[in-house]
């Protein structure tokens, strides 16, 4: 667990226990629920003996066979972590917040394989293959629309629509995602591909 403290920043702790509460898998919303002990010791990188003593007693681990609910057992562990070591204590509160994190981690992962997750290059391969379609197809605009004019305004005509249609495109390629749709700045790296 040291391991994850190093890691994580407050700002990666805050921001992935708000992944945490909003992630959904579709089977329950807002909750990920695996059917064996052994998923759950994989989910949590245990051992699957662990997992099966943590079932012993009274207070044991929440849920049964074919119905672990992620987030309860996170709940369930934090709890008892806390017990153990007295609520106190910013250290608790670290270990608390990297086990969020390892859970976030974890469930980005599942939704990275199931396919509910797409990757940023992903995206923009099929955003870029969309934009280059939609560039031919207004490209075509004016040789598509000037014989729909009288003959002796057609070819002025058609060359205003090419001057517009460059225009367009000209302002449409200059648009950056990161600085015109989420109001942060493009990477200063020289990545022209945004």
Do not use: H
Not at 107 to 125: I, N
Not at 169 to 175: D, G, R, V
């Amino acid at each position: 667990m040291a391991d994850w403290l190093k890691q994580a920043s407050q700002a990666d702790l805050v921001q992935l226990q708000s992944l945490i509460d909003a992630s959904a898998v579709p089977s329950v919303p807002g909750r990920v629920i695996l059917r064996t002990l052994g998923e759950v010791a994989e989910w949590f990188g245990l051992e699957l003996q662990t997992v099966k003593q943590w079932r012993v007693g009274p207070n044991g681990c929440p849920g049964e066979e074919g119905a672990y609910d992620v987030q309860a057992i996170a709940r369930w562990r934090l709890a008892r972590n806390a017990g153990s070591r007295g609520d106190s204590g910013v250290r608790s509160e670290l270990e608390q917040q990297a086990l969020r994190l390892q859970i976030a981690r974890a469930e980005l992962k599942l939704q990275a394989e199931s396919g509910e997750l797409v990757t940023r290059a992903a995206a923009k391969s099929a955003i870029r293959g969309m934009f280059a379609n939609l560039k031919s197809q207004i490209e075509q605009l004016p040789d598509a629309l000037a014989p729909l004019v009288p003959s002796e305004v057609r070819t002025d005509f058609r060359r205003d629509c090419v001057d517009r249609v460059r225009i367009f495109l000209a302002q449409l390629a200059n648009f950056r995602f990161e600085r015109d749709v989420s109001g942060n700045q493009p990477p200063e790296n020289g990545d022209s591909d945004a």
